[in-house]
């Protein structure tokens, strides 16, 4: 039973490939942005919820992960995949850099130092004409040339698979705990021995380089990049998608990007009135569930999974004696 | 403290808050097995000196060494894993984690160390402290005095050579209280060794087996209590007399 959410992922996996087929045009397009979303929410989550480093910066890493493939593949004739690597690493160096600048700031401090970065880089890209191809926006080669859309869900959902096991792999790991340890109290991880700043830098990285590789993907999905990918407005869509699923999980940070991108999708009949509608819901979630609106749902089965699974190691009965004798 | 290995030195310590002096020209040394209770009044720059000597405050002045290796300006994780180990005078827990999550963060730092090995030991430590039956709640539902036993099995994760204790008895239920030093007493019994500041001269006085005495950012007195307790300066500086 401790493989109970595992098991519960992979059938909605299963699911969602069996059914992919059976979308329309219009709705597979919406399911393989929500993956494009997924992929960051789920790394946001990683950043913010786990290491609680409140960057606003992840859209601009999402941005110039898609201007890095985008511009190589058309200049330099470069195959998509090294595009897509190559949007990966100037990503996980630009974040592992910002990280570092970054290093003594938290909260509020660090939310107005990324979004200034933010910022530049979104004028930057709308500026450089020569480089960017500006506002008008950069056309950028497709991944396939099939008329239909399903090879891009399939490979939005490995992405989305492949970034999920790895980001769930590092926070099971003595590095997710260090993280979530720095979020608790940075003062008291550093006095337990937690390398604090490289901690942060990793994190900063780590999460960039998911952002890039999302980025990446969208620009050869879409066909364009403009510098709106990056803009403060992507990024308020992106918190609040994490948030109202719940941040400091993973699965839920990509359910509320799936409920989040669906539910603005099913209620564009009602045109500019549906943003206050999420203002709202968000409101409610911040008051009511901080831990987001999808976590009282998940946490079921992960409480079920360590009820009946085996504990990791017994408990020795040695009553009162000399620790580590 | 001949031929006992000295595990930290403070030498001329020197550490300024704006125009105020907090520790001004301290030297400090704990050798192997002390178990050393640092007292003065408020302000006299007790929590300043354990910061300088654990790494969480640069000096101004004077040097920090660690098994004679100098390491000044290194950041604390760097200090924790060479055995120095400190608790806050106000308690700095991992709140939202698990009681026994707060014991494997330091636990996972240490070289070559397996999750089963350190879930094992945070085990028999919680075990040895009471708080096994506690392992599963959020370390923010434990009651002050629980929250102080934590904080001293989480420095154990550590497999310290010295433990700075900053007020361990601060607020803490006289039962409670009675248990911790119980725990440091055995853990002193075990070879662990110990600078513990606190205001409640009582139970300082019941465990230490050398005091230091601090006022107005200086060192006054260090030597065996019953020696400092006599000591006419103590007395002026502490009571007022």
């Known amino acids: 039973m401790r493989w109970l959410p595992a098991s519960l992922m992979l059938a909605a996996a299963v699911l969602a490939l069996a059914c992919a087929g059976r979308l329309n045009a219009y709705w597979m397009h919406v399911a393989i942005i929500a993956m494009y979303y997924a992929i960051l929410a789920s790394s946001w989550s990683l950043l913010a919820g786990y290491a609680g480093l409140f960057s606003l910066s992840h859209m601009a890493f999402a941005s110039i992960g898609g201007y890095t493939s985008g511009m190589l593949t058309q200049w330099l004739h470069v195959p998509i995949p090294f595009g897509l690597l190559a949007g990966v690493i100037v990503c996980c160096a630009g974040g592992g850099a910002i990280g570092w600048v970054c290093l003594r700031m938290s909260g509020p401090y660090l939310a107005i130092f990324t979004l200034g970065f933010s910022e530049i880089v979104r004028i930057t890209i709308a500026t450089e004409d020569d480089v960017t191809a500006g506002m008008a926006g950069l056309h950028t080669e497709p991944l396939f040339a099939s008329a239909t859309r399903l090879p891009y869900f399939y490979v939005a959902f490995a992405l989305l698979a492949a970034s999920l096991l790895l980001m769930s792999l590092l926070v099971r790991s003595r590095w997710g705990l260090f993280l979530r340890a720095i979020r608790e109290d940075e003062q008291a991880a550093t006095a337990s021995g937690v390398a604090v700043e490289r901690c942060r830098i990793v994190a900063f990285a780590i999460a960039s380089g998911f952002a890039g590789l999302a980025g990446g993907f969208y620009a050869h999905y879409i066909g364009i990049m403009t510098p709106g990918v990056g803009d403060l407005d992507e990024m308020a869509k ?13 699965p839920t940070a990509v359910g509320g990007a799936f409920v989040v991108q669906f539910l603005l999708e099913w209620l564009r009949e009602y045109g500019q009135w549906r943003l206050p509608v999420f203002g709202i819901v968000l ?22 999974g360590e009820a009946r699974g085996q504990p990791l190691v017994a408990a020795p009965t040695v009553p009162h004696k000399e620790p580590g004798t | ?36 209770g640092l007292i ?18 640069a000096a101004d002045g004077g040097e920090v060494r660690v098994r004679g290796q100098r390491v000044s300006g290194r950041p604390p994780h760097v200090f924790a894993a060479m055995g120095v180990a400190r608790t806050f005078q106000l308690t700095q827990l991992f709140g939202r984690m698990t009681v026994l999550e707060n014991m494997l963060v330091p636990g996972l730092t240490r070289p070559h160390s397996t999750w089963e090995e350190v879930v094992r030991r945070a085990r028999r430590n919680l075990d040895f402290l009471s708080l096994a039956h506690v392992e599963r709640l959020p370390a923010k539902n434990l009651s002050g005095g629980q929250q102080k036993l934590l904080e001293l099995g989480r420095c154990l994760m550590l497999e310290p050579a010295v433990l700075f204790l900053d007020e361990p008895f601060a607020g803490v239920h006289p039962r409670l209280r009675d248990e911790l030093l119980e725990r440091i007493r055995e853990l002193h019994r075990g070879g662990r060794t110990f600078v513990v500041v606190d205001h409640d001269m009582e139970s300082i006085l019941r465990i230490s087996r050398r005091l230091v005495v601090m006022a107005r950012g200086r060192k006054i007195a260090d030597g065996a209590p019953d020696a400092v307790r006599a000591d006419q300066a103590v007395l002026a500086a502490y009571a007022g007399l």
Request: positive net charge.
């Open chain 1, 238 to 250: 992106l918190v609040v998608m994490t948030v109202i699923g719940g941040m400091e999980r993973l």
């Open chain 1, 283 to 304: 409101l409610l979630t911040m008051r009511l569930a901080r831990n987001g609106l999808l976590t009282p749902l998940w946490l079921p089965f992960l409480r079920l």
């Open chain 2, 1 to 36: 403290m001949s031929g006992r290995t000295e595990l930290v030195r403070g030498v001329g310590l020197v550490k300024w808050f704006g125009g105020i002096v907090a520790n001004d020209a301290v030297d400090f040394a704990v050798a192997e097995g002390d178990l050393v």
């Open chain 2, 40 to 57: 003065g009044p408020n302000g006299s720059g007790k929590t300043t000196l354990i910061n300088l000597l654990t790494g969480h405050l």
